[in-house]
């Protein structure tokens, strides 16, 4: 069940950048028999080396997943698939008919280079409303990407999404002693989503060197982490890099002790 906080700190998976690869060199010819890295290989590789489910963000502009990678990845993965969407009439569609596990809704902007900001469900129109029920009707458990603030938080609950991802950017982007004031922020955050019933995920720019001090966090239940990964695996592999994160979140005791 979405609410219960498993002991063990799941991975989730983001390999959108194992697309963005793909696509710099075969935008224009995706069917070629060269095309390469394959994204239901990595994903494959992912699940094998402990990942605990596999997120990809289906935008707009489809700069790098697919529509035909969701539907592959939810036929194919043993593990559970987590939509990255945002709150639009087409993804919408995408995701009733893909019944996804799990629904990440971010706000998108079409220039940005990556998410930037959290959903601001305190002052949301009435489709998010609609889309988080629409697709809890439809089997799919509902996350909203905020960020750490505790009325987004209280709101997040009050929409009957099962789970929030709390913000990590403004943490992993700050100076040392910044970095200190955004964990106090998640903190609180946290203890009061995990009040609230919901389930606490958290995610953007987690690195291994930012990891320690992030799993000062309580009640975590789910951390989402993409670039990072991708970005060792040129190095070492992208199942030694999952590995690697694998085994320092499994240091996690959720006590939150700052
Ligand atoms: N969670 C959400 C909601 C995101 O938008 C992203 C970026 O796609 C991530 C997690 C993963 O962030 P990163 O790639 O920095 O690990």
New binding site residues.
Partial sequence: MATDVSPRLKL?V?I??VATLLQARYAPMLDSPNAEPDILAAANEAEANGADSI?V?LRLDRRHIQDRDVYDLKEALRVPLNL?MGNTEEILKVALDVKPAYA?I?PENRREV??EGGLNVCNADTSLQRTIDTLQANGTDVSL?IDPEIDQVRAAAKSGAKMI?L?T?AF?NADVTGCDDELKKIIEAAEVGHSEGLQVNA????TIPNLPKLMKTPHLAEL???????ARAIFIGLGQSIREMRQLMDGYTGAAST
Wanted: hydrophobic share 25%; aromatic share 4%.
């Fill in positions: 989730g983001n959108d950048h997120t963000h990255e990440c971010v990556t998410t990407f991802e913000h950017g992993a995610g953007h720019g987690i989402n982490i993409g670039h990072h990964l991708v």
